[in-house]
């Protein structure tokens, strides 16, 4: 995101490098951790900060909060072809989880919703018309899923930044 100071007309540009969530160990989200990267070639600078809740950066007269989180995609390979699939919540299913419905199959085609509730996975693909599933994790083998092979490449998740001046 690109940032203008209208005083001096000052270019910076603020970018998301990395985003993790620490965990305890029964799985419950302990800190939610933003490494950012500040760079402005008007201000000769190039820096990476990192806030965590509770713990924001001040810089330049800028606080930025870490704020939430969330499963934006995932990128899947069905029949040797990479799909970025975007997520969105379904509070209807449960507290943070995201998913989306799909159509898979190679000769009959049939619709199912995908759900992911962290950042590890796993994926699971459940059949609509019985809501059978299956669990599947980053870069495991492939698995057939009416007749269309299914992996998972990759899991996004995003960061809720809040920017006060």
Do not use: C
């Not at 939610?32 to 007269?61: A, C, M, Q, W, Y």
């Amino acid at each position: 995101m690109d940032l203008v100071n209208e005083s001096t007309n000052s270019k910076a540009n603020v970018k998301l490098v990395n985003f993790s969530i620490e965990r305890e160990s029964d799985g419950v989200p302990k800190q939610f951790i933003s490494k950012l990267n500040f760079s402005s070639e008007d201000l000769n600078l190039n820096e990476i900060k990192t806030t965590k809740v509770n713990h924001p950066i001040r810089f330049k007269g800028l606080t930025i909060y870490q704020a939430d989180w969330a499963i934006s995609n995932v990128v899947l390979e069905i029949d040797n072809i990479l799909y970025q699939l975007q997520l969105k919540e379904i509070p209807e299913i449960g507290n943070q989880v995201w998913g989306v419905l799909i159509e898979l199959g190679s000769e009959t085609k049939k619709n199912f919703l995908l759900t992911i509730d962290n950042e590890n996975g796993p994926l699971k693909i459940s059949n609509i018309e019985n809501f059978s599933g299956i669990n599947l994790y980053t870069n495991d083998n492939p698995i057939e899923v009416n007749s269309s092979r299914v992996s998972l490449k990759k899991i996004i998740p995003s960061s809720g930044l809040i920017i006060k001046k």
